[in-house]
């Protein structure tokens, strides 16, 4: 069955030179996947990019060789890459916040030159890297040290959480890792109690050493340590990781246990960086540097791979014509993989507080649809919750899969079954089974997915998936026109939360709010015990 390009939804994609996606609307294709199949016998091999250790497999999207140089001729015409030079190069490309954005130098080798205003910061890096080697080398030799927690939240959580979790099988087996975030007291509760004051280690990870949950979360915990060992505890319990010495000295840590990082580090883009320093605890020094030469092989990719052998700029460019193009909303990652249960949030940082704008670097509105709703869990648990929507929904609903070979546990029967499903789903998806007399159990297909194949998740393939993921962000961002640097969209809750709370313990001020929000004020403050 031939797809109508009428039925297409060229979802608010203006017609202007300014809106380089209208141009892609001739090329988009007739053919459902499965006629693309039929008719290209190489397209399995043609339409696989191998980036580092990573084989990504684009055939099962609506795409071919005419719609791909459509694709690489946006993504040219709207200069990604002299963007990524100047990126690369440190140009202050964060105009909003008139910053650098430099996460890819946190993995230039040692004897790399990165020169900052008349500053080379490559042994600014190292001089940090070994300062966290040398301490993490002590802490994983102090058998007195049984458990490290990370207080942080957003760029300063997700990052080292999600790669604790997908390194665990890498981990000290004396040492357990905890990630505690959320204001809500519950978090930190449900973490204290199942601690030893005397064997625990807390990292204070906060970019600006401002942030309410961060500063509340460090308190209590500062407190719980001081009640069962004194004062004089707090320096051999407490680091702190920040940009912000003097906010660091304040809270009560030295600065000589603070590991720094740089104003032109983003919060999202700073698991490699200082903020990475429970991982690398747990994972030891030499592991967080084959984390990092990961991350490097992918960087090298993107800036010496041709536009249309370029995995980033492929996969950014199939978003956009999800998005631009085809209307759809959302994109869901999907791990076969037990260990990145955490990814597809991490990646809803990384992703939707970059590129979750609405106007352009020149604050003129953005024509069309910016960065996706991204969501996910790992296979084959959604396979029993959300896949019914996926084979049979109204919505189409792009997928990246991403699968390993060799499994980090010794049990191979169940990694069969496992990649089995993995493959069985993106063909199920893609090319479905036609039951015309029984409407219920017609599966349509022609459900596009990308495919990231890797031998085995090792802290290098962590990393190269980390760094693909921050490249496909940039160059979206890129096409778009946006800032992805900036998150100036998350301040107005924060300065609303500041003026409710006072109200909720003292006076509350009805002038200052809406009826509907004086309404839950005053709900609250009726039952509070
Ligand atoms: O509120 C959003 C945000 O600014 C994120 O961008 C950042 O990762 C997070 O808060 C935490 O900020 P910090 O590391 O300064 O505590």
Redesign the pocket.
């Known amino acids: 069955m031939c797809r109508s390009t009428t039925a297409i939804r060229f979802a608010g994609v203006a017609d202007t030179p300014s809106q380089p996606t209208s141009s892609l609307i001739p090329h988009v294709l007739g053919q459902t996947l499965g006629e693309l199949f039929a008719a290209d016998p190489g397209r399995a091999e043609r339409y696989v990019v191998v980036a580092g250790d990573l084989r990504i497999d684009y055939s099962k999207q609506p795409i071919d060789d005419r719609l791909v140089a459509a694709l690489v001729d946006v993504a040219d015409a709207a200069g990604v890459p002299a963007r990524r030079d100047a990126m690369f190069d440190g140009e202050r490309i964060n105009v909003t916040e008139d910053r650098s954005v430099l996460h890819t130098a946190l993995r230039t080798p040692r004897d790399a030159v990165l020169v900052q205003d008349g500053h080379d910061i490559v042994p600014d890096v190292h001089e940090v890297l070994d300062a966290m080697g040398a301490f993490a080398d002590r802490i994983r030799a102090d058998e007195r040290i049984t458990d490290v927690v990370n207080i ?7 990052g080292p959480a999600m790669a604790a979790q997908a390194l665990a099988s890498f981990g000290h087996p004396r040492l357990r890792a905890h990630f505690v975030s959320n204001i809500d007291g519950a978090d930190i509760h449900e973490t204290l109690t199942r601690l030893d004051p005397a064997s625990t280690l807390f990292i204070v ?7 309410i ?2 500063l509340t979360n460090a308190r209590t915990a500062r407190d719980w340590l001081v009640d069962a060992l004194g004062e004089d505890a707090v320096a051999a319990h407490f680091v702190a990781v ?2 912000n010495a003097e906010r660091v000295s304040e809270f009560g840590i030295d600065t000589a246990n603070m590991f720094g990082f740089w104003d032109w580090v ?3 883009y ?1 698991v490699d960086s200082a ?1 990475g320093l429970s991982l690398m605890i747990l994972i030891g020094p030499e592991r967080f540097s084959e984390f990092l030469a990961g991350f490097r092989i992918m960087d090298e990719h993107f800036r010496s791979a041709p536009l249309d052998r370029n995995a980033p700029v492929l996969m950014a460019m199939i978003g956009i014509l999800h998005a631009n193009v085809l209307g759809r909303a959302t994109k869901a990652v999907l791990p076969y993989a037990q260990e990145l249960s955490r990814f597809a949030a991490y990646l809803q ?1 990384l992703d939707m ?1 970059s590129n979750g704008k609405r106007v352009r670097l020149d604050g003129t509105p953005v024509p069309g649809d910016t960065g996706p709703i991204v969501w996910g869990e790992p296979g084959t648990n959604g396979q029993h919750a959300f896949y019914q929507l996926l084979h049979q929904g109204t919505r189409v609903v792009p997928v990246d899969f991403i699968g390993f070979a060799t499994p980090n546990h010794p049990y191979r029967n169940h990694h069969d079954l496992l990649v089995a499903n993995l493959f069985a789903q993106a063909e199920a998806l893609a090319f479905g089974r036609s039951n015309e007399d029984e409407p219920h159990r017609h599966f349509p297909g022609d459900r596009p997915s990308t495919m990231i194949l890797a031998e085995r998740l090792t802290p290098s393939v962590l990393g190269q998936l980390i760094a693909l993921y921050e490249h496909i962000v940039f160059v979206q961002g890129t096409v778009w026109g946006i800032n992805s640097f900036d ?1 100036w969209g ?2 107005l809750g ?1 300065e609303l939360a500041n003026r409710i709370t006072p109200e909720l313990i003292g006076e509350p001020d009805p002038s200052a709010h809406d009826t509907s929000t004086n309404a839950a004020i005053a709900w609250y403050r009726r039952l509070r015990p």
């Open positions: 942080g939240i957003g760029g300063s959580d997700l990870a906060s970019k600006t050493f401002g942030t949950e961060t920040s940009t983003g919060g999202r700073s903020i940082q507080e998150q998350v301040e924060k």
